[in-house]
């Protein structure tokens, strides 16, 4: 029997869904889980995100094949700063800052991309 995860699991959505709801008005909310270290030219860490709308609903960041063995929903996570800040970019944000230290966050919209200019 199959689980219906917009019923058994609100709180959560795929990546898919993610873009789709970061582009109708929700921000992301980067929040770092582990301290992150640099590691010769790269930084390390562990950071999961969550779409976030005005109200405060809050929808998790998993992985596209949601379940595991033994029927557990993954949540996504990024390991490198790379990877992180490569999965913002394709969101659609050109700026990009991340919090290094467990428990920090750092709240994104796309207004606020779209608001940055440069100067030639």
């Known amino acids: 029997m199959a689980m219906d995860l917009a019923k058994e699991a609100p709180n959560v959505v795929t990546e898919a869904g993610f873009k789709d709801l970061i582009e109708s008005g929700y921000h992301v909310e980067v929040v770092c889980k582990v301290d992150a270290y640099r590691k010769n030219s790269v930084w390390h860490g562990v950071w999961v995100l969550r779409a976030v709308n005005d109200e405060g609903v809050e929808k998790q960041l998993v992985t596209a094949r949601a379940r595991t063995a033994g029927d557990h929903i993954q949540i996504r996570t990024f390991k490198t700063v790379t990877g992180l800040v490569s999965f913002l970019i394709d969101l659609g944000f050109s700026v990009v800052a991340f919090p290094v230290y467990e428990g920090q966050r750092w709240t994104f919209t796309l207004s606020q ?8």
């Open 113 to 120: 991309s779209e608001d940055i200019s440069t100067e030639d």
